[in-house]
Structure formats: structure tokens, C-alpha cells
């Protein structure tokens, strides 16, 4: 079994009641999002690019370094995540925009909230979040719900 498989396998474990997999569908990707919007806020030089908005390079390292951890698993889920990332950092500027200073707030409220959903989401399923074993599982939530979308399009990841 391929080590992507084995990691899909042991996330579902705790991940069977449909509820909880309604929650996370919500709220992974929302603490996906604020992180990367946490992590613009790092005071680090910006490189402008044209209808896409001013991006962090450490956002950018950020991205090669989830990029990389992602590529070890699957060259295919990577390039979906680095698209699906710098559409998500485009956000992120909007936001960073839009609330200037105060971006904090609306990533940190974001973060808060989509945390309590996920931890009340794995007291419905009655058993602890996947990353609480390994923090690797941290960066699979994500991608464990990518490879349903592929999965329903019939790509192979």
C-alpha cells in the first residue's frame, strides 16, 4: 500500500460518522486558510504579481515546504494543493486589504471557530482528531478531502 494510502486509511479511522465528515468539509479547509493567513501577517518582504495581489515570501516558503511534503506523496495532489493554495493566499490578500491591520482578528476568529467545529465534530464520532497521534495528519485533512473530489471526477492521485 502506498504511504498516501496508509495515511488516507488511518485519517478515515477517525472519520466514519457523517456528521463529522459534513464539519470537517467545512472546517479543514477554513483552518487551512487562516493559517495561511496567519503566516502572510509575518513581517517578510512581499513580491507583487499582476492580477493576484502582493504575496508574502514567507508565504511562499511556506507553500514550497507543504508543496514538498505533499509531492513525497503524490506529484498529482501537489500541483492541485499549490493551485488550490495560491488561490487561497489570493483571499488572503483580499482580506489583508480589506481589514489592514485587523486581519488578525478575522483569521483568528476563523481559526477559533473552525477548531471548536472540529472538535466538536470528533466528539460526535466519539474518537480523538488523527493529528493528536501525529502532526502529520495536520497536513492530510486537506488532501484526504481533495482525494474524494478526485476520486468522484476519476482522477488518480
Partial sequence: MRKIDQFFAEYAESH????????????????????LGFISLIPSPHIFIQYFGLISLVSI?????????????????????????????????????KFEHHSWIFFLTIFTLSWF????????????????????????????????LLKKIKIKY
Fill in 16 to 35: 466514519q460518522n457523517h456528521n463529522n465528515k459534513i464539519i470537517h468539509w467545512i472546517c479543514v479547509p477554513l483552518i487551512f486558510w487562516s493559517i
Fill in 61 to 97: 516558503l511556506a507553500i514550497s515546504l507543504v508543496t514538498l511534503f505533499y509531492f513525497k506523496l503524490s506529484w498529482r495532489i501537489a500541483l492541485i494543493m499549490i493551485f488550490i493554495m495560491l488561490l487561497m493566499e489570493h483571499l488572503v490578500y483580499f482580506i489583508n486589504v
Fill in 117 to 148: 467545529g472540529q472538535f466538536y465534530g470528533h466528539k460526535i464520532e466519539g474518537k480523538k482528531p488523527s493529528f493528536i497521534k501525529d502532526l502529520q495528519f495536520l497536513l492530510i485533512g486537506p488532501i484526504w478531502l481533495l482525494s474524494f
